[in-house]
Structure formats: C-alpha cells, structure tokens
C-alpha cells in the first residue's frame, strides 16, 4: 500500500477540488442497474460465490482511476495506489453485521482465495470488526450488499465532518426483467474528488468486465 501525495495546484481539477472540499462542501450519488446476467451464470458454472466476485470486480475498477483513491494523510493530499474493499458480513446467528475487509490482489484467484480464509477465520467474530486485532487499513472503502431489497435510490450519509473522499458502494436485491437478471448498484462520492464522468467510465468499464469475467479467472 503506498501514498503518493499531490501538488493541488498542479492538479487539473484543482480549483475544482478546492471549491467542492472547502468552499461548497458537496456530495452526490447515484443507483443504475448492473447487467449482472453473464456473471451469474458464469459463477454458477465454475461453481465459485458470487459476492467475492462483486467485491474484486468493483475494487478492481475503482483502482483504474487516481480520481477513486484520493484521500488525505497527515493533513496531506493523495492517493493510494489502491483500495481495499471493507464490506459487511451477516451473521445469522443474531441478525447483526460485523465489518471485514479482504486486500485487494490483481490475480482474482488469490483474491478470492484470502476473502474465503477471512470467512473461515473471522467470519463467527461479532462486534463492529471481524477482525479486532487489527484496524482496517488507511486506504479501506465501503462496498457492500443489500440482498433483501430491490431498490432504485440508496445514499450513504455521513455525519462526521472529515476529509473522506472514497467512494461508497452498495448492491441491491438482484431482479429479472425480461430474460435479464439485473443488480441495483448505488454510489455515493465525494464531488471534490470526481465527477459524473469518472462514475460513467467507471459503470461501462464495470459492465464489460461483469460481462467477460472469464477471462479473470484460472481456476
């Protein structure tokens, strides 16, 4: 995990940034559907869980973008080099959820191979962190699921007033419509960091690797 600090003045959306973190504080979010059919199948096929998949895919695609990963240290601005995703884990047990996080790998096979040994480890740990030992990274986001329920508008709010500009994801209850069988995803950023346009290339090149995640996986 590295940090690499940036020169706002130097920065092409700096005014930009400046404007929207001190000035006119502002954060926006968004819920489209995912074409999540090809996955689906595929995940049946190869017999593999399909959250770990979201969970990489997602990561994966937030990683391609500085824009994603800014963030500030020591009173100082950057990014990381990446995220690691920090996600809920359910317990049937008491209906309750205690947070996890799994460190990102290019190589989904290794991935998803660490994301099935936290399951084993900590996955009967309740309390707000599976893993107590430790506090989640420094470049952790929150992506996550909302299996029970289908909806169209979902905003993650914060009411803590702090420099955090990673971006919140949340997946939905799939639903058929037609012969496909979509996702509601939402997300919620920080204006200062991106824009409509870095969400758009994001979703596209999101939809493209749902719809070939084939070629990801080696086992």
Same mark, same amino acid.
């Given at each position: 995990?590295?940090?690499?600090?940036?020169?706002?003045?130097?920065?092409?959306?700096?005014?930009?940034?400046?404007?929207?973190?001190?000035?006119?504080?502002?954060?926006?979010?968004?819920?489209?559907?995912?074409?999540?059919?090809?996955?689906?199948?595929?995940?049946?096929?190869?017999?593999?869980?399909?959250?770990?998949?979201?969970?990489?895919?997602?990561?994966?695609?937030?990683?391609?973008?500085?824009?994603?990963?800014?963030?500030?240290?020591?009173?100082?601005?950057?990014?990381?080099?990446?995220?690691?995703?920090?996600?809920?884990?359910?317990?049937?047990?008491?209906?309750?959820?205690?947070?996890?996080?799994?460190?990102?790998?290019?190589?989904?096979?290794?991935? !998803?191979?660490?994301?099935? =040994?936290?399951?084993?480890? @900590?996955?009967?740990?309740?309390?707000? &962190?599976?893993?107590? +030992?430790?506090?989640?990274?420094?470049?952790?986001?929150?992506?996550?699921?909302?299996?029970?329920?289908?909806?169209?508008?979902?905003?993650?709010?914060?009411?803590?007033?702090?420099?955090? !500009?990673?971006?919140?994801? =949340?997946?939905?209850?799939? @639903?058929?419509?037609?012969?496909?069988? &979509?996702?509601?995803? +939402?997300?919620?950023?920080?204006?200062?960091?991106?824009?409509?346009?870095?969400?758009?290339?994001?979703?596209?090149?999101?939809?493209?690797?749902?719809?070939?995640?084939?070629?990801?996986?080696?086992?």
């Amino acid at each position: 995990m590295k940090f690499t600090p940036i020169d706002l003045n130097s920065l092409p959306r700096g005014q930009v940034f400046y404007y929207f973190s001190k000035m006119a504080p502002t954060g926006y979010s968004l819920t489209v559907n995912m074409d999540i059919t090809a996955l689906k199948v595929y995940t049946k096929e190869k017999g593999i869980k399909f959250f770990p998949c979201y969970l990489w895919l997602v990561t994966k695609n937030l990683n391609s973008m500085t824009e994603f990963k800014m963030a500030e240290q020591d009173g100082k601005l950057g990014f990381f080099d990446t995220l690691t995703p920090l996600y809920a884990h359910f317990h049937d047990d008491d209906k309750t959820f205690s947070l996890m996080w799994t460190e990102y790998n290019e190589d989904f096979g290794e991935f !998803y191979r660490s994301y099935l =040994e936290n399951q084993r480890s @900590f996955g009967e740990n309740h309390g707000v &962190l599976c893993q107590p +030992s430790t506090p989640p990274p420094p470049n952790s986001y929150t992506v996550s699921c909302l299996p029970w329920v289908s909806f169209t508008h979902f905003a993650v709010h914060s009411y803590e007033n702090k420099p955090y !500009y990673f971006p919140s994801v =949340e997946a939905g209850k799939f @639903f058929e419509d037609g012969e496909r069988l &979509l996702m509601p995803l +939402s997300l919620t950023c920080h204006h200062a960091a991106t824009d409509g346009y870095h969400v758009s290339r994001f979703l596209e090149a999101l939809q493209n690797d749902m719809d070939n995640f084939g070629r990801y996986v080696d086992f």
